[in-house]
């Protein structure tokens, strides 16, 4: 099984910058698409960003020019960084990536258990 660790979440002022970050662990043959996903108090879980292993990204309209979504392929890490963050982006944020764990393998469907990102001033 492989987990996928966050960091990077805590609360912010309306106007603020935060950095997520998403490592994974066990063994990795290779990664497809990674990505952020977040779900606030009594909404369901919706895409905030995503990139291929080709650098291709996606935002939803809502960050698009605020969060930029960046991987290091060598060491197998997504990073979102927030900026000029609002109320509104306020939820829990789960990472997500497509792994297969060995060649020939399957394509797993990973999520980490989420860290929060609180916007209050």
């Known amino acids: 099984q492989v987990q996928l660790v966050e960091s990077g979440g805590g609360l912010v002022q309306p106007g603020g910058s935060l950095n997520l970050s998403c490592v994974p662990s066990g063994t990795i043959f290779c990664i497809n698409v990674m990505g952020w996903y977040r779900q606030a108090p009594g909404k369901e879980r919706e895409l905030v960003a995503a990139?291929?292993?080709?650098?291709?990204?996606n935002y939803r309209d809502s960050v698009k020019g605020r969060f930029t979504i960046s991987r290091d392929s060598a060491k197998n890490t997504v990073y979102l960084q927030m900026t000029g963050l609002k109320p509104e982006d306020t939820a829990v944020y789960y990472c997500n990536a497509l792994i297969i764990r060995n060649f020939g393998g399957a394509l797993l469907d990973s999520w980490g258990q989420g860290t929060q990102v609180t916007v209050s001033s």
């Open positions: 990139i291929t292993s080709g650098g291709k990204t």
